[in-house]
């Protein structure tokens, strides 16, 4: 008889620690899948501002991509009307709401150096009659290519960017002795961090190493 009325006391003890670990495994899975849920949360939320980020982009190429095309209709009317011209040496170019004149590095100056040279000074004295034709802000904008400035490193311890900027300087400076006002100029340098050609052949450094005299027409008004 004893032994009768402990056995049902084993078989519920027995019952309850089982379900106790049915009820702990149990938690143990709900914390896993919340786990795996906020993480789902979280890769939809990332997937949904990339995708956004995404649109901001194209949608910023494709007003870059209008403003030029303006830009460049801008340049056509101009030319008609015999108010911009492109003088040799250079080739013309529009972007950020700019239009202006391109040149090779190679042709405006020596390799690793800021002197002029006596082609690139020709080349300029035509850009500078040019900007008389109107009034808009210029902006000398230098570029380089991609290699490590070697011979001439002591002139240009801080390397490309130095560079660009000294070449950028010294058409600035040509272009007052031309008669532009020194106070219509602005000059910047992006070294070679603006290629306008990939990969290091020697085509492509080439067309990377280039001024820029650059007219800001977008929001500004002719004189003419």
């Known amino acids: 008889m004893l032994a009768l009325g402990v056995l049902p006391g084993c078989v519920t003890h027995s019952r ?11 938690q143990d899975e709900l914390q896993a899948n919340s786990g795996q849920l906020r993480d789902a949360e979280d890769a939809l939320l990332a997937a949904g501002e990339e995708a956004e980020a995404l ?3 194209a949608a910023l190429a494709d007003q870059m991509a209008s403003k030029n095309a303006e830009l460049q209709a801008l340049v056509e ?9 492109t ?10 709401g700019m239009i202006g004149y391109r040149s090779q590095g190679d042709v405006l100056f020596s390799s690793g150096s800021d002197k002029l040279t006596a082609e690139g000074k020709k080349i300029l004295t035509s850009v500078a009659t040019e900007l008389k034709k109107n009034e808009y ?12 400035i070697v011979r001439t490193a002591d002139e240009w311890p801080r390397g490309n960017l130095q560079l660009g900027a000294g070449r950028a300087l010294s058409v600035l400076e040509f272009l ?17 961090h603006m290629p306008v050609a990939t990969g290091t052949s020697a085509e492509a450094k080439k067309k990377n190493r280039r001024v820029e005299v650059m007219l800001k027409v977008a929001g500004e008004k002719s004189a003419n």
Not at 139 to 148: E, W
């Open 77 to 85: 009317k101009l030319k008609q009307q015999g108010s911009f011209t």
């Open 16 to 26: 309850y620690a089982q379900q106790g670990d049915e009820l702990a495994r149990t």
């Open 87 to 96: 003088p040799e040496g250079t080739t013309v170019v529009a972007y950020d």
């Open 176 to 192: 007052v002795s031309q008669g532009i006002p020194e106070g219509r100029i602005s000059l910047q340098s992006y070294g070679a």
């Open 137 to 148: 802000p210029v902006t000398v904008v230098g570029h380089t290519d991609s290699d490590p």
């Open 55 to 57: 649109r901001q982009r």
